[in-house]
C-alpha cells in the first residue's frame, strides 16, 4: 500500500467520501485542508505536505486536480478526478504515467476538458477512463476504479496496460478505453443446472462487481459476482438470484 496525499475539491473538505475510501482499504492518505479562496495558497499547503511526506501517489479533485498539475510532485504518479485545470493554474499539461479519471455526465467540469488534456499531453487514450455518472465520482464503481488505479500506481503494474499508443478519444464520444487492456474472461457454475458459463469482463466496470445475467444454457436467473485484485487477477461466482423448487 502507497502514502497518498489527496488534494480536495472546491468548497469541499478533508476526511471526504473518497479519501476515507482509500484509507479504509489500507493507504496511508494526507489530506491537507486547502485554501478556497487563494490558489496559490492551496498550491503552497499542497507541496508543504508534498514535501514533508513524500507520498507515491498524488491524488487531485477538480480543483485539487489543477492544483496538483501546478505543483512539483516529483517522482509520484497523479491521478486526476475530473480536474478543473481550465480554470484553475497555469498548467496545460501533465506527466507521462497520469491517470484521469471523469464521467461523461459530469456537469461542472467538462468531460472534454480532459480529453483536451490527454491530448495536450500526448498521453495514451488508455489514460482517461470514463466511469461514475456525475462530477462527484463517489459512487461505489467510481471508488472502486479510483482504488484500484491506486493500487495498481503504488504497485508499479500501471504499464502492463497504460501502454503509449495513438489513438485518442474521438469527437464521436465513443469509448476511450482499450478493450485490449479491460476486457478478460471469467468463469461461474450456475447454481440451477451446474454448467460451467464463460463471461466477458470489464475491469472499467471496477474491482467489484454484481449483476444479474440470464444462464444462457437453462436461462435461470443468476447473481454474478466479480473481484478484480490490483495485480489483475479476477474471482467470479455466483448466487441464485430466487430459490427454485
Not at 480529453?115 to 462530477?135: F, Q
Not at 440451477?192 to 449483476?211: F, T
Request: aromatic residues 6%; negative net charge; hydrophobic residues 35%.
Amino acid at each position: 500500500m502507497s502514502t497518498i496525499l489527496f488534494l480536495h475539491g472546491w468548497r469541499s473538505v478533508p476526511g471526504g467520501v473518497k479519501p476515507t475510501y482509500l484509507k479504509n482499504h489500507g493507504h496511508t492518505v494526507i489530506n491537507p485542508a486547502l485554501d478556497d479562496d487563494d490558489f496559490e495558497v492551496a498550491v503552497a499547503t499542497a507541496q508543504a505536505a508534498f514535501d514533508l511526506n513524500q507520498p507515491q501517489l498524488v491524488v487531485g479533485s477538480s480543483r485539487g486536480g489543477a492544483v496538483a498539475m501546478n505543483m512539483n510532485t516529483g517522482n509520484a504518479n497523479l491521478i486526476l478526478l475530473c480536474p478543473a485545470w481550465k480554470k484553475r493554474g497555469t498548467a496545460t499539461t501533465v506527466k507521462a504515467g497520469t491517470v484521469i479519471l471523469h464521467s461523461r455526465g459530469d456537469d461542472v467540469v467538462s468531460f472534454k476538458d480532459s480529453e483536451e488534456l490527454i491530448r495536450n499531453s500526448r498521453l495514451p487514450a488508455t489514460a482517461l477512463i470514463d466511469v461514475g455518472s456525475d462530477h462527484r465520482l463517489a459512487d461505489e464503481q467510481s471508488l472502486a476504479v479510483l482504488l484500484w488505479i491506486c493500487n495498481m500506481q503504488s504497485s508499479g503494474k500501471t504499464d502492463s496496460w497504460l501502454e503509449e499508443d495513438s489513438s485518442l478519444p474521438n469527437e464521436r464520444g465513443t469509448s476511450n478505453i482499450d478493450d485490449s487492456t479491460t476486457q478478460m474472461e471469467g468463469s461461474y457454475v450456475c447454481d440451477a443446472c451446474g454448467e460451467e458459463i464463460v463471461i466477458p469482463l470489464d475491469l472499467a466496470e471496477g474491482g467489484v462487481q454484481s449483476y444479474v445475467e440470464d444462464c444462457p444454457v437453462c436461462c435461470r436467473a443468476n447473481t454474478i459476482h466479480v473481484e478484480i485484485d490490483f495485480e489483475g487477477n479476477t474471482t467470479v461466482w455466483a448466487t441464485p438470484e430466487q430459490d427454485y423448487d
